[in-house]
C-alpha cells in the first residue's frame, strides 16, 4: 500500500484544505456573534494546538484520565446509524402548507452579524439598497437584479455586510439560494402579505450554509440545534443523506470558481439536479423547523410532513424514537468519506420494546443495560476509561484495553468520552502488540506525516474521529502481519 494511501486523507490532496475550510467557515459563522476569543496554545496545526517537546504520549494519557469525571459509570449509546432505508417523499403542496405555517406564525429573526440560529425579533421586513463600490463587477449586477426581481432591490441576502466585495462564501450563498429557490416559490404568495420572501430566503440561505459547513468539517456536531438537524435530515433522507453532504461539498468546492452570475446559476442548478428536487423540499423543510432553540423543535417537529413515516421507519431500522434522538443526542460524528454517521445519545432515547415484534434494533429489549458484551447495531458508552474497565472487566488473558481512537487530551476535548470510552472504540489487543501500536505511534516517520518534527500521534490528532479510527485499524493490521 503507498503512502498516500495510508495516509487517511482519501479524497486527494485538496482534501484536507477542503476539510480545514469548512471547519473554518462553520466557526466563523457560529461565533461571528462572540466577543474574545478561546484559550489555548500557540502555534497550531490544522488548526489545534501542537503539544511541546516536553510532552509525552504517557502525560497525555493521564492529563486525560486526570480530567475525566468519574460519576459513577454513567452509560450512554454510541450508535452507528443506518443509512439503507429509503427517502421520505414531501409534495409541493405539503411543503407549502408546512412552510407557510411557520413562517406566518414562528418568530424568526435574520441577523446580518451571525447566521440565524436562534428564535428572537421577528424577521426584517426591508433591505436597504446598497449603492457605490459593491455594485462594479458584473456579477454584483447581476445579483442586484436577482434581488429585485424578487422584489426587494439592494442587497437582499445581506451579503455586503462584511465589506464591498462578493467574497468565496457570498458566491456560495448565492449558489444555494438559486438551488433552493423553485421550493420556495410557491410559498411566496401566502408570505408576502406579512413577510418579505426574500429575507426568509437570506435566513435560510445562511443557516443551511452554516448547518452543512458543520456536516461536512472534521469535528462533530455537538448538542443543539445544529444536532437536531442532521439527525432529522438523516430520518428524512436515508440513503440520499450522504448525496446531499456530497452535492454540497461539491457546491462549496465550485462556487468560488464561479466568475459570472450565470455560471453561480449552474452550480446552483447543479446541486439540486444531483440531490433532485424531494431531498431540495427537505432541506428547506427541515431548515425552516430548525430555525430556533431546540426545545421549539420539539413543537415543531411532529407536524412536519411525513415525519410520522419518517419516525416509524427510525424506530422499525433503529429502536431510536426519532425526536428524542434529534433533541437529545449529545454528538453525531458524520463521514462522508466512509458513509457513516455515529451518535451518542442517552439509554432513555432508546425503545426498550420492539413494535410487532419485528425490525432491527439499535439494542435488543432489556439487554441495553445488562452485560458487557457489543450489541448489535450499537455499543455501550461510558463517562470514563474508568468506568468502562468497571464494567467490561479485564481485557483477557495476556491482552491489554486498546483505544482505537487514542484517549489523550486533545481528543478527549473534540469529541468527548463517550467517542473515545465504549465498546466500538476500546477492544482487546495482544499485550505485545499493544505496546509495539503505541510505540509506532509516539515515532516519527516522514512518510506518514510528512514532517520531519511530528510524530504518528501528533499528526494523526488533527484529523476527523472516523480517520483516526480507520488508522488505527490499518495500524494494528500492518503490525499484526508483520509489513512494519
Same mark, same amino acid.
Given at each position: 500500500? &503507498?503512502?498516500?494511501?495510508f495516509?487517511? +486523507?482519501?479524497?486527494g %490532496? ?14 466563523m ?5 462572540a466577543t ?13 494546538s501542537?503539544?511541546? /517537546? ?8 493521564l ?7 468519574d460519576t ?11 443509512t439503507?432505508f ?7 403542496p405539503?411543503?407549502k402548507a @408546512?412552510?407557510t405555517?411557520f413562517w ?22 426591508t433591505?436597504?439598497?446598497? !449603492? ?10 447581476a ?10 432591490p439592494?442587497d ?5 455586510d ?9 458566491k456560495? &450563498? ?17 408570505v408576502?402579505?406579512m413577510?418579505n420572501?426574500?429575507?426568509?430566503l437570506?435566513?435560510? !440561505?445562511?443557516?443551511?450554509t452554516?448547518?452543512m @459547513?458543520?456536516l ?11 444536532l ?16 446531499l ?5 461539491q457546491?462549496y ?6 466568475s459570472s ?22 432541506l428547506?423543510?427541515v431548515?425552516?423547523?430548525?430555525l430556533?432553540?431546540t426545545?421549539?423543535?420539539?413543537? %415543531? ?8 413515516q @419518517?419516525s416509524r ?21 458524520v ?7 455515529r451518535i451518542?445519545?442517552?439509554? *432513555? ?7 410487532n415484534?419485528?425490525?432491527?434494533? @439499535? ?9 458487557g458484551?457489543?450489541?448489535?447495531g450499537?455499543? +455501550?458508552?461510558?463517562n470514563?476509561?474508568?468506568?468502562f474497565k468497571r464494567?467490561m472487566? %479485564? ?5 491489554e484495553?486498546h ?6 487530551k ?8 463517550e ?5 466500538? *472504540? ?5 499485550k /505485545? ?6 510505540a509506532f505511534? /509516539? !515515532?516519527?516517520n516522514?512518510?506518514?506525516?510528512g !514532517? ?8 494523526? +490528532? ?6 483516526q ?16
Open positions: 500500500m &503507498s503512502n498516500r494511501t495516509s487517511s +486523507r482519501p479524497v %490532496k485538496r482534501r484536507p484544505l477542503l476539510a480545514g475550510a469548512l471547519a473554518m467557515a462553520a466557526l459563522l457560529l461565533t461571528a456573534c474574545g476569543s478561546p484559550s489555548g496554545g500557540g502555534m497550531t496545526a490544522y488548526g489545534y501542537l503539544p511541546t /517537546s516536553e510532552d509525552s504520549p504517557e502525560a497525555w494519557t492529563e486525560a484520565e486526570a480530567e475525566e469525571e459513577g459509570g454513567g452509560e450512554a449509546i454510541f450508535s452507528n446509524l443506518p439503507d429509503r427517502p421520505v417523499r414531501v409534495s409541493d405539503e411543503l @408546512a412552510l405555517t406566518l406564525h414562528v418568530p424568526l429573526r435574520i441577523s446580518t452579524a451571525c447566521p440565524p440560529l436562534y428564535v428572537g425579533r421577528k424577521l426584517a421586513l433591505s436597504v439598497p446598497v !449603492s457605490g463600490e459593491a455594485w462594479r463587477s458584473d456579477m454584483a449586477q445579483y442586484g437584479k436577482f434581488c429585485e426581481q424578487r422584489g426587494t439592494g437582499c441576502l445581506t451579503l455586503f462584511d465589506g464591498p466585495h462578493l467574497q468565496d462564501n457570498d456560495r &450563498s448565492i449558489a444555494l439560494a438559486l438551488a433552493v429557490r423553485p421550493a420556495l416559490e410557491g410559498v411566496d404568495a401566502e408576502r402579505a413577510r420572501p426574500t429575507r426568509v437570506a435566513t435560510l !440561505s445562511f443557516t443551511i452554516a448547518y @459547513a458543520l461536512l468539517a472534521p469535528e462533530p456536531v455537538t448538542k443543539g440545534v445544529a437536531a438537524f442532521s439527525v432529522l435530515m438523516w430520518g428524512y433522507l436515508g440513503w440520499e443523506f450522504f448525496d453532504l456530497r452535492a454540497y461539498a457546491l468546492q465550485d462556487a468560488p470558481q464561479a452570475f450565470e455560471e453561480l446559476r449552474e452550480v446552483g442548478d447543479r446541486f439540486g439536479r444531483v440531490i433532485g428536487p424531494n431531498s431540495v423540499r427537505i428547506v423543510m431548515a425552516t423547523a430548525t430556533g432553540e426545545a421549539a423543535l420539539v413543537s %415543531k417537529g411532529p407536524k412536519l410532513p411525513g415525519f410520522g @419518517a421507519t427510525i424506530e422499525t431500522n433503529t429502536g431510536l424514537r426519532l425526536m428524542d434522538a434529534a433533541t437529545g443526542a449529545e454528538r453525531a460524528f463521514s462522508v468519506n466512509e458513509g457513516t454517521i451518542v445519545l442517552p439509554v *432513555n432515547a432508546v425503545s426498550m420494546t420492539s413494535r415484534g419485528g425490525g432491527r434494533s @439499535a439494542l435488543k429489549p432489556e439487554e441495553s443495560t445488562k452485560g458484551r457489543l450489541l448489535p450499537g455499543h +455501550r458508552a461510558f470514563s476509561f474508568r468506568a464494567h472487566g %479485564k481485557a483477557g488473558d495476556g491482552q484495553w483505544h482505537l481512537v487514542e484517549k489523550h486533545f481528543n478527549l476535548k473534540r469529541f468527548g468520552a467517542a473515545l470510552h465504549n465498546t466500538e *472504540n476500546v477492544i482487546p489487543l495482544e /505485545s502488540l499493544h505496546e509495539r501500536v503505541s505511534y /509516539s !515515532s516519527k516522514f512518510d506518514i506525516t !514532517s520531519y518534527g511530528l510524530t504518528v500521534r501528533e499528526w494523526i +490528532r488533527a484529523q476527523s474521529y472516523e480517520a479510527r480507520s488508522f488505527g485499524l490499518l495500524v494494528i493490521r500492518k503490525l499484526r502481519g508483520g509489513e512494519w
